[in-house]
Nanobody, 125 residues
Framework: QVQLVESGGGLVQAGGSLRLSCVAS????????MGWFRQAPGKEREFVAA????????YYADSVKGRFTISRDNAKNTVYLQMNSLKPEDTAVYYCAADRRSADYSHYEVSYDYWGQGTQVTVSS
């Protein structure tokens, strides 16, 4: 069992930056590939980024590629999402999730076994 707690969300102007953190407790987070997803009002939850257990492999949704960076510090059981050049369309609740089965990482929700409660990111124009 893994518990995930996100933090770092908030209100930022377009073009600004935020860094989200996700701290895992329970089993060692290095046993899991990790991902970030987001859900905007009235929309389905969508994939944002994923990272392999070692951190050596990453994968991004086209909508955030070049602006967002996912990373992890296994010694701290923490995964990060650095978000730069934010746009109003990035406004959403951001969730981190842990995947214990994928060989490297996955962009499918069904691959993830544990989810955090989410943190709100609001980008004003």
């Amino acid at each position: 069992q893994v518990q995930l707690v996100e933090s770092g969300g908030g209100l930022v102007q377009a073009g600004g930056s935020l860094r989200l953190s996700c701290v895992a407790s329970g089993r060692t987070s290095s046993n899991y590939a990790m991902g970030w997803f987001r859900q905007a009002p009235g929309k389905e939850r969508e994939f944002v980024a994923a990272i392999s257990r070692s951190g050596g492999l990453t994968y991004y949704a086209d909508s955030v590629k070049g602006r967002f960076t996912i990373s992890r510090d296994n010694a701290k059981n923490t995964v990060y999402l650095q978000m730069n050049s934010l746009k109003p369309e990035d406004t959403a609740v951001y969730y981190c999730a842990a995947d214990r089965r994928s060989a490297d990482y996955s962009h499918y929700e069904v691959s993830y076994d544990y989810w955090g409660q989410g943190t709100q990111v609001t980008v004003s124009s």
